[in-house]
């Protein structure tokens, strides 16, 4: 037995321990957990827009996904007025995590 085929079993199971996590709480949770519902809401304007408003937006694009993920991460201004938006913290919440709240918001 080689000693790779025990490192893509321990591999896999921490992919797979990482995505549980993500699905462990509920997309609203996380974007609470993220700061996201400090600026943002379901089905009305914050300070920024509201998720059905982004995902309005989005709808047509392939890419949405990468992009929000992106923007999310680095912060930014200007897509949606000069209020800037910043970075959501990778400390704070986890790829997977921000993965699933992009997913939900993308499903307003």
């Not at 992919?15 to 600026?39: D, F, Q, R, S």
Request: charged share 20%; glycine share 8%; net charge positive.
């Amino acid at each position: 037995m080689s000693s790779a085929k025990p490192r893509v079993i321990v591999t896999a199971l921490f992919i797979t321990a990482l995505l549980g996590t993500a699905a462990a709480a509920a997309p609203e949770e996380l974007a609470v957990k993220a700061g996201c519902a400090g600026c943002h809401a379901k089905d009305k304007k914050l300070l920024g827009p509201a998720y059905h408003d982004i995902a309005a937006k989005y709808k047509a694009d392939p890419k949405a996904a990468t992009a929000l993920l992106a923007k999310a991460r680095s912060g930014g201004k200007g897509v949606w007025g000069q209020v800037p938006m910043p970075p959501v913290d990778a400390n704070k919440v986890g790829d997977a995590d921000l993965a699933a709240i992009v997913d939900w918001i993308l499903k307003q």
